[in-house]
């Protein structure tokens, strides 16, 4: 059962970069098999895709993000990591990794299980 | 990018009746569309994928329906835990996006 856990600094200054790191258990993503991703949640809004990763570095990511957003994996501490830098208030959220289904290579449509518990990252002087 | 709108956006209802919630995309997505469930101050869990398949540990009473632009989560009896935000999710040309939400309120 893979799990998945995010970390990193719940501050982050205007201007600044966050960066945060999500743990996979259970050595999944050496696998090579799935793709991982970020989404985050502004308090009391909706979910945004923020981008992917597969364990080769293959990356994609949002186009509205696509300028501020460099998402990299270890494959060796079994962990990716998601930097966005020039962040103002409007990046305070909680941000979650998750698990892309299907496996690569098999068949359907694209969806996240399981999620992360989520980390809330607050921008603010 | 395809844009999904969620309707109703609140739906008040009691334990045990029907919840229809209803997604609706502005291009084909043919059947790969999820939909999730959220309650507060907890990560989306996933209930159904590719339109229709429940997933792992998801009740029965939990169905997904359509394909093309419109699709259906139902509920078929509600349970006091079911009372949350229910999001659905597509991915088309690589990009995500995700529906507004629908809140099953209890009435």
């Known amino acids: 059962q893979v799990q998945l856990q995010e970390s990193g600094p719940g501050l982050v200054k205007p201007s600044e970069t966050l960066s945060l790191t999500c743990s996979v258990s259970?050595?999944?993503?050496?696998?090579?098999?799935?793709?991982w991703g970020w989404i985050r949640q502004p308090p009391g809004k909706g979910l945004e895709w923020i981008g992917s990763?597969?364990?080769?570095?293959?990356?994609y990511y949002n186009p509205s993000l696509k300028s501020r957003v460099i998402i990299s994996v270890d494959t060796s501490q079994n962990q990716f990591s998601l930097k966005l830098n020039s962040v103002t208030a409007a990046d305070t959220a909680v941000y979650y990794c998750?698990?892309?289904?299907?496996?690569?290579?098999?068949?359907?449509?694209?969806?996240?299980?399981?999620w992360g518990l989520g980390i809330l990252v607050t921008v603010s002087s | 990018e395809i844009v999904l709108t969620q309707s109703p956006a609140t739906l008040s209802l009691s334990p045990g009746q029907r919840a229809l919630l209803s997604c609706r995309a502005s291009?084909?997505?043919?059947?790969?569309l999820a939909w999730y469930q959220q309650k507060p101050g907890q990560a989306p869990r996933l209930l159904i994928y590719?339109?229709?398949n429940r997933a792992t540990g998801i009740p029965t009473r939990f169905s997904g329906s359509g394909s093309g632009t419109d699709f259906r989560l139902t509920i078929s009896s509600l349970e006091p835990e079911d009372f949350a935000v229910y999001y659905c999710?597509?991915?088309?040309?690589?990009?995500?996006?995700f529906g507004p939400g629908t809140k099953v309120e209890i009435k």
């Open positions: 590719d339109a229709s």
């Open positions: 291009q084909s997505v043919r059947s790969q």
């Open positions: 990763i597969h364990g080769s570095g293959s990356t």
């Open positions: 999710q597509q991915r088309s040309d690589w990009v995500f996006t």
């Open positions: 259970a050595g999944a993503i050496g696998t090579n098999t799935y793709y």
């Open positions: 998750a698990r892309r289904l299907p496996r690569i290579g098999e068949p359907g449509g694209n969806h996240f299980d399981p």
